[in-house]
């Protein structure tokens, strides 16, 4: 099982400034099967990038994900005040197990 | 418009049963794998099941395998996942959520808003 490990756990940042969060996998990610996703309370997940660095539908483009193996980051160029959430990495499929990391909570400082 | 609407969630006794369901509109429902994942009260992610399109395909976590099984009416645009012999540690909130692909390696592109299942005596 891949076990991805989130850093910091949680981010104090103020609106306007970039946010970077890190998600390290415990072995290689293969074809960059690496997803991000943010989860504000009340509410389900929604995704944010797949295959590391594509965004999804919707997705404003403050938001970029980089990197491949084992060390991927999600970027928030201008943190907006809606983006003050919880931010988790997930690997996808490998030896058909999906994995999540723990999570990085993006507060408001 | 994607909608995934969980049901069946509610309180059961520890070593009971409960069978939630998923209803699925706004997409082809048969073209797409669909997961079940959980999330405890206060803590993360946790993957459960997965099922390809055609239900050819079904994978379960270590934690509940033998115990939970995920299944699927394309007929009925509709996902299952029949829990037995819960435990306490089953306690969570459970999404469905869309695969973005019919099989092999996907995400999910789309999520329910959960249903709450709590396993208590």
């Known amino acids: 099982e891949i076990v991805l490990t989130q850093s910091p756990g949680t981010l104090s940042l103020s609106p306007g400034e970039r946010a970077t969060l890190s998600c390290r996998a415990s072995?290689?990610?293969?074809?960059?099967?690496l997803a991000w996703y943010q989860q504000k309370p009340g509410q389900p997940p929604r995704l944010l990038i797949y295959g590391a660095s594509s965004r999804a539908t919707g997705i404003p483009d403050r938001f970029s994900g980089s990197g491949s193996g084992t060390d991927f980051t999600l970027t928030i160029s201008s943190l907006d005040p809606e983006d003050f959430a919880v931010y988790y990495c997930?690997?996808?499929?490998?030896?058909?197990?999906?994995?999540f990391g723990q999570g990085t909570r993006v507060e408001i400082k | 418009e994607v909608q995934l609407l969980e049901s069946g969630g509610g309180l059961v006794q520890p070593g009971g049963s409960l069978r939630l369901s998923c209803a699925a509109s706004?997409?082809?429902?048969?073209?797409?794998?669909m997961t079940w994942v959980r999330q405890a009260p206060g803590k993360g992610l946790e993957w459960v099941s997965s099922i390809s399109g055609g239900s050819g395909t079904i994978y379960y976590a270590d934690s509940v395998k033998g115990r939970f099984t995920i299944s699927r009416d394309n007929s009925k645009n509709t996902l299952y996942l029949q829990m037995n012999s819960l435990r306490a540690q089953d306690t969570a909130v459970y999404y469905c959520?869309?695969?973005?692909?019919?099989?092999?390696?996907?995400?999910?592109?789309?999520w329910g808003q959960g249903t709450l299942v709590t396993v208590s005596s």
């Open positions: 997930q690997q996808y499929g490998y030896s058909y197990r999906w994995t």
């Open positions: 959520a869309k695969g973005s692909a019919y099989s092999g390696n996907y995400c999910f592109d789309y």
């Open positions: 706004g997409f082809t429902f048969s073209s797409y794998a």
């Open positions: 072995q290689s990610v293969s074809s960059s099967y």
